[in-house]
Nanobody, 124 residues
Framework: QVQLVESGGGLVQTGGSLRLSCAAS????????MGWFRQVPGKEREFVAA????????YYRDSVKGRFTISRDNARNTVYLQMNSLKPEDTAVYYC?????????????????WGQGTQVTVSS
């Protein structure tokens, strides 16, 4: 089992930037992929970005490509989501998740452990 704690959310204006962090403990951090998801009230949780165990592979949903960057520091047991050029439609609660395997996956069912979430609000 993995314990995950997100931080870095907040209120930002359109075009601004935020960096989310997710600190992990428990299972060996370098053994599994990590993902970021987001959810707004009344909608299903959706995939945002994922990174393989060593950072060698990344994957993004189309709407954030070129604006968001996922990265990880295995020495610090932390995964990051750098979000630039933020838009109002990026407003959501953002969750980090630990995958079952070392490979990048995009479905929520492929992740076993989740953080508590951090709110990101982008004002227009």
């Amino acid at each position: 089992q993995v314990q995950l704690v997100e931080s870095g959310g907040g209120l930002v204006q359109t075009g601004g930037s935020l960096r989310l962090s997710c600190a992990a403990s428990g299972r060996t951090f370098s053994s599994y992929a990590m993902g970021w998801f987001r959810q707004v009230p009344g909608k299903e949780r959706e995939f945002v970005a994922a990174i393989s165990w060593n950072g060698g592979s990344t994957y993004y949903r189309d709407s954030v490509k070129g604006r968001f960057t996922i990265s990880r520091d295995n020495a610090r047991n932390t995964v990051y989501l750098q979000m630039n050029s933020l838009k109002p439609e990026d407003t959501a609660v953002y969750y980090c998740a630990a995958g079952r395997s070392s490979r990048v996956v995009v479905t929520t069912s492929s992740y076993d452990d989740w953080g508590q979430g951090t709110q990101v609000t982008v004002s227009s």
